[in-house]
């Protein structure tokens, strides 16, 4: 039987654009302990670990898959992947900051502190910022707020300005706020006084591109707010990336669980978000 038999046979479906330049960071088995895990709202928590040196390589938008307790008698099959919320080199600490919503991050939630976390990691391909942006936006709604946290990082450290939108229920889901408003400007949207409808958003953006405030977009957390950005982006020939989130299981390659749908110079193209990913280029991506 010839590879092409097999529907899952690496490479059949695009083109793997995958190199060491871009992904050069080696990914490990570790075992690190908490540091700290507390509740930052009724829904969200936020684990801080002692990182091991190949841990502290991640990059912004890169993840770890967490080896989660049990909640329960019962076994967890599978790691749950969880970005990076933070990197702190200095105190070589890795931060993370998830949402409460079935058994696995149930499970996680229970890890007191000093106890092991295994994690495998850092997986996947991160955000990339071209020196030459002057400023940048950066939209996210739920966990994808979590996920862009980093990015806060990256600007300082390319001198670049941001302005980080903030999409929430109500101002107790707004997270992240005092980390992007030490990076640059923070704007909270919020479901609760009606300021996060698209259209209000998309008045927001038009705002700033106006203002020369956008060389670039990034994104995660919402496909209304993806589309909106990609929308605009192509409208306004605006660069961006947006980080996808898809069910994984190996996070590794070799499953294609994670397979989503791109559109590559108008041909359609099957990715694997965990290793192609999770951070696309926001044109070529086409939502969830
Ligand atoms: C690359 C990547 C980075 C992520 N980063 C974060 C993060 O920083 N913070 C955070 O809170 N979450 C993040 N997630 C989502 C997180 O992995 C899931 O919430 C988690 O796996 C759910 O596990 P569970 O056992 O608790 O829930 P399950 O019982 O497995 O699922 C509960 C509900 O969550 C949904 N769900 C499960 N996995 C995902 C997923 N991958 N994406 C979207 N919905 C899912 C299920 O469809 C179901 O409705 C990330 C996911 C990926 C792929
Ligand atoms: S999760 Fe197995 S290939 Fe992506």
């Known amino acids: 039987m010839t590879a092409s038999a097999f529907a899952s046979a690496p490479f059949l479906v695009g083109q793997s654009p995958i190199s060491s330049a871009q992904n050069p960071t080696p990914a490990e088995e570790s075992l690190c302990p908490v540091v700290s895990h507390r509740w930052v709202n009724s829904e969200y928590k936020h684990l801080v670990i002692e990182a091991s040196p190949t841990a502290l390589s991640a990059k912004p938008g890169?993840?770890?898959?967490?080896?989660c307790p049990s909640p329960d008698e019962s076994e967890i099959w599978l790691r749950r992947p969880q970005s990076v919320y933070r990197i702190d080199r200095?105190?070589?600490?890795i931060e993370f900051l998830y949402k409460c919503v079935g058994r696995g991050t149930r499970g996680l939630a229970t890890l007191a502190e000093k106890k092991l976390i295994n994690m495998v990691g850092p997986?996947?391909?991160?955000?990339?910022?071209?020196?030459?942006?002057?400023?940048?936006?950066?939209?996210?709604?739920?966990?994808?707020?979590?996920?862009?946290?980093?990015?806060?990082?990256?600007?300082?450290d390319f001198k670049v300005g941001l302005t980080a939108i903030l999409s929430a229920r109500s101002p107790?889901?707004?997270?992240?706020?005092?980390?992007?408003?030490?990076?640059?400007?923070?704007?909270?949207?919020?479901?609760?006084?009606?300021?996060?409808?698209?259209?209000?958003?998309?008045?927001?953006l038009e705002r700033l591109i106006a203002h020369g405030k956008a060389d670039a977009f990034y994104t995660c957390g919402s496909n209304r707010l993806f589309q909106l950005m990609k929308r605009l982006g192509k409208k306004h020939d605006i660069p961006g990336q947006v980080a996808m989130e898809q069910i994984m299981a190996?996070?590794?390659?070799?499953?294609?669980?994670?397979?989503?749908?791109?559109?590559?110079?108008?041909?359609?193209?099957?990715?694997?978000?965990?290793?192609?990913?999770?951070?696309?280029?926001?044109?070529?991506a086409l939502g969830w």
Do not use: W
């Open 90 to 93: 200095e105190n070589g600490r």
């Open 62 to 67: 890169q993840f770890f898959n967490l080896l």
């Open 123 to 156: 997986l996947g391909i991160g955000f990339s910022i071209d020196p030459a942006f002057k400023h940048i936006v950066a939209l996210g709604r739920g966990v994808g707020i979590a996920t862009l946290g980093p990015i806060s990082q990256l600007t300082r």
């Open 172 to 204: 107790d889901f707004v997270m992240a706020d005092k980390l992007f408003a030490q990076a640059g400007d923070m704007i909270a949207v919020l479901d609760s006084d009606g300021t996060s409808a698209v259209a209000n958003v998309e008045a927001i």
């Open 250 to 284: 190996c996070a590794l390659g070799p499953c294609y669980v994670c397979v989503r749908t791109f559109e590559v110079d108008g041909r359609k193209e099957l990715r694997r978000v965990c290793i192609e990913g999770p951070v696309f280029d926001l044109q070529e």
